[in-house]
């Protein structure tokens, strides 16, 4: 039983370091692409003129209560 415990930890180490590894590699070419985007003058996210700003959602005028618990019956 001991043997095939450590076997899954080792499957299980072995996948997140997969996961790490491809969370690195994704981290590299995303700071890549933005770098490139900054240095070619891209501004990133540019709302185009023709189209209106997002507006502010007013704030709403009712309060939200709390939850709370339930008290016990009996």
């Known amino acids: 039983m001991d043997e095939r415990w ?22 590299k ?7 490139r985007k900054l240095s070619d003058g891209e501004v990133l996210d540019r709302p185009r003129r023709d189209q209106p700003l ?10 939200h209560r709390r939850a709370r618990g339930r008290r016990p019956r009996g």
Do not use: C, H, N, W
């Open 29 to 35: 070419r995303v700071v890549g692409d933005v770098k």
């Open 6 to 27: 450590q076997r899954i930890l080792r499957v299980m180490d072995e996948a997140f370091a997969d996961y790490l590894t491809g969370m690195v590699a994704l981290r």
């Open 54 to 63: 997002p507006r502010e959602r007013p704030a709403s005028a009712v309060r």
